[in-house]
Nanobody, 123 residues
């Protein structure tokens, strides 16, 4: 099992920045990929970004490409999501996820989840 704990959410004005962290513990050696998803009220959980743990290869949803950056610190077993130029529509609960092998953009494919952290972008 892998446990994930997110932090760094909060309230920010449109155009501002936030950095989310996701600390992994437990059987982290089995982690192949980590990712971020988000869920706004009344909407389905959607893919934001992923990073392969060993290679560092990243991929992003089109709606965040160029504004968000996913990164990792292997020594700390921590993944990050740097969010810049935040928009009102980025408001959501952001979830960290991990998987034992490559996973696509569908949230139900992923193995482990954090509890989520709220990001609210105000005008």
């Amino acid at each position: 099992q892998v446990q994930l704990v997110e932090s760094g959410g909060g309230l920010v004005q449109a155009g501002g920045s936030l950095r989310l962290s996701c600390a992994a513990s437990g059987r982290t050696s089995s982690t192949y990929v980590m990712g971020w998803f988000r869920q706004a009220p009344g909407k389905e959980r959607e893919f934001v970004a992923r990073i392969r743990w060993n290679s560092g290869t990243t991929s992003y949803a089109e709606i965040v490409k160029g504004r968000f950056t996913i990164s990792k610190d292997n020594a700390k077993n921590t993944a990050y999501l740097q969010m810049n130029s935040l928009k009102l529509e980025d408001t959501a609960v952001y979830y960290c996820a991990a998987a034992r092998s490559y996973r696509g953009n569908n949230y139900y494919e992923w193995d482990y989840w954090g509890q989520g952290t709220q990001v609210t972008v105000s005008s």
